[in-house]
């Protein structure tokens, strides 16, 4: 089996025509049922393929979005963002594979090629929020769930940090109380490349709000 990324450009009506099979069937199995005819008709206008195509040639920060291709038939899509001019942050908005194509470690092979289309493009650690159902899926992936909240949706920041040694020789870590500096700094102290015992590689300072 041949499992590829293919990014979507959406200046193609025939591929968004594509995109938007896909994610149809994403709203109708994510959307509750009184809510999906108003998602339906916001996906069906002209403003939703706007907003998608700006955000996809935005700079920096492009809003990607792959289908997912097995011996080349598209089974699927993924959407990513690097944040280029926010250091090491990536950020994982979707997987979806139709029902079809599930429990078959499709997805898994398909998530290793979004990593390391990630760590290609600069990211060194990856956010996403977890739906219940993918909460398994995503634990065998080594994502820890931390403090932080999405922004988008409110959910719960569940984080990865990739296998490779950053490019610094320091690090400041700043953050309220709660936060998760400390799980953050741990798991930056093991990717400095010469790490000495007893050096202050890493230094971690406390940020505490004054009234």
């Not at 005819?37 to 809003?63: D, F, M, Q, T, V």
């Not at 990607?64 to 990513?80: R, S, V």
């Not at 936060?179 to 015992?197: D, H, N, V």
Request: net charge positive; glycine share 6%; charged share 25%.
């Amino acid at each position: 089996m041949n499992f590829s990324l293919h990014l979507w450009s959406f200046d193609d009506e025939k591929e968004w025509r594509r995109f938007l099979s896909f994610y149809l069937s994403y709203l109708q199995e994510t959307c509750r049922a009184e809510e999906y005819a108003e998602e339906e008709k916001e996906a069906l206008g002209e403003g939703c393929r706007k907003g998608i195509l700006s955000l996809s040639h935005r700079a920096p920060n492009p809003y990607l979005t792959f289908e997912l291709m097995l011996d080349g038939k598209g089974i699927g899509f993924a959407q990513n963002i690097v944040f280029s001019d926010e250091h090491l942050k990536s950020l994982l908005a979707n997987i979806y594979l139709m029902p079809e194509f599930r429990n078959k470690g499709y997805g898994s092979a398909f998530y290793a090629l979004l990593e390391q289309d990630l760590f290609a493009r600069g990211a060194r650690y990856v956010d996403c929020s977890i739906a219940p159902k993918a909460h398994a899926f995503y634990q065998r992936k080594n994502f820890q769930k931390t403090n932080d909240l999405m922004i988008e949706n409110h959910l719960p920041v569940y984080r990865k940090f990739f296998a490779s040694p950053f490019p610094y020789k320091r690090m400041l870590v700043l953050g309220s109380p709660g936060a998760g500096k400390s799980y953050f700094s741990r798991e930056l102290a093991l990717r400095f490349p010469q790490r000495r015992r007893g050096s202050r590689i890493l230094e971690f300072y406390r940020y505490f709000p004054t009234k």
